[in-house]
């Protein structure tokens, strides 16, 4: 059966409501944590879904969520211009870009780190140069 092409589909943050519960387990509830702080960080953040996969943004993307079977990562957009003087990113640490955290399963976030990490990228995002007018 087809849906009806009038019907919506659930918002960005239903979808990731839904990931969550359908992950259970210990990776549900990294996910659910994570959220959760970057929700404290930033409470005017923006949930969307993207690639298939959770994305925070605020003045452009914070972060993306991706989980696997062994691990909860969280890559941001933008993190090789963050500051991370208590080392919480662990992944994707060679890029010119982003930088991410892979998180497996009985490890815990420095949750204030974290937190900063969030903030930094509400930070570099807002502070973008505005886009070049045409002549």
């Known amino acids: 059966m087809t849906t009806p092409a009038t019907q919506e589909d659930p918002s960005a943050t239903q979808r990731i409501s839904a990931k969550i519960a359908e992950l259970g387990g210990w990776r549900g509830a990294t996910l659910?944590?994570?959220?959760?702080?970057?929700?404290?960080?930033?409470?005017?953040?923006?949930?969307?879904?993207?690639?298939?996969?959770?994305?925070?943004s605020h003045d452009g993307i914070i972060c993306t969520g991706e989980t696997y079977k062994a691990k909860v990562k969280l890559t941001f957009a933008k993190g090789a211009a963050l500051d991370d003087p208590d080392h919480v990113f662990n992944s994707s640490l060679d890029g010119?870009?982003?930088r991410a955290i892979d998180i497996l399963e009985g490890q815990q976030v420095d949750?204030?780190?974290?937190?900063?990490?969030v903030l930094?990228?509400?930070?570099?995002?807002?502070?973008?140069?505005?886009?070049?007018?045409?002549?």
Request: proline content about 6%; overall charge positive.
């Open 32 to 56: 659910a944590r994570v959220r959760q702080l970057i929700h404290e960080a930033d409470p005017d953040v923006q949930e969307e879904w993207k690639w298939d996969i959770p994305v925070w």
């Open 96 to 98: 010119n870009t982003r």
């Open 111 to 117: 949750e204030a780190a974290f937190k900063l990490l």
């Open 120 to 135: 930094q990228a509400v930070a570099l995002n807002a502070a973008k140069p505005a886009k070049k007018s045409k002549a």
